[in-house]
């Protein structure tokens, strides 16, 4: 199937839902935020097909903190440039996005047996303004995150997430943006995938089409495949966060379904 035939089919699909859907992305490196390339183009064809949103709840890979749960309540969020070796012109980017310290407000009660607290000192990382740059190019939506809790198991993740599913009918878009497989210390640039990567993804997905969330949050059962795909959760958990707030009236859809670099997953995935 084609590019411009599969996001039709996409945008086909996505037409007509009465709540916001559920939206990770895979987003790889963060020079996609400027390059003409496939990811790209397929970011800013989705936030083409997707509802106009009040505001966006990004969940990156890239706001993690240690035994606390923070939302951005900032009414102007940064951009943060939290990468090095790139050339001048990424570090140039900026997103001038909005924030939104009401619903921030709101999403602090949602989730507060997790202990969440307001923050105003963080803003955007580039897991957030990377693929909004291309969904949202005028930055014309507001926008604020939540932070990952990495002393946490993965399956608080999806619990997290089932907190957090009220706000789809209050016009809230939630973002994930990590990857499903993501070790860079294997990576090899033009190489062909690992076939633990390739084997890793395909698990995840299969599981997330069966809706059998619980296999896809036990570390134990997983084993060593899990520890190849992901050496560190940081880029995990967002997928099992939006997977958490899924329920049985969704329909699911892949996108960028690739591997870059050999070992990292550019799966991303669409609840409607």
Known sequence: MSFAKAMQDLKDR??????????????????NAIEDNDYARSWSALGESLPRPQAILVVSAHWMT????????????????DFYGFPPELHAVRYPAQGSPEIAQEVISLLASHHAEGDDTWGLDHGAWSVLAHLYPDADVPV?????????????????????????????????SGNVVHNL???RWGGKPYDWALEFDQFFADRLETRDFAAIA??????SLFRMAQPTPDHYLPALTIAGIADGRDRLSFMNTSI?????SMRSFIFH
């Open 14 to 31: 996505l037409s007509g839902s009465d709540r916001m859907p559920l939206v990770f992305l895979g987003h790889g490196s963060p020079m």
């Open 144 to 176: 604020f995150q939540l932070s990952i809790d990495m002393s946490k198991d993965l399956d608080w993740h999806l619990t997290i997430g089932r907190d957090l599913a009220d706000l789809r009918n209050k016009g809230v878009l939630i973002l994930g």
């Open 185 to 187: 210390r294997t990576m």
């Open 260 to 264: 870059d670099i050999a070992s990292v």
């Open 218 to 223: 036990d570390r134990a059962k997983m084993g």
């Open 66 to 81: 240690n035994g606390t749960t923070l939302v951005d309540v900032s009414r102007v969020p940064r951009t943060i440039h």
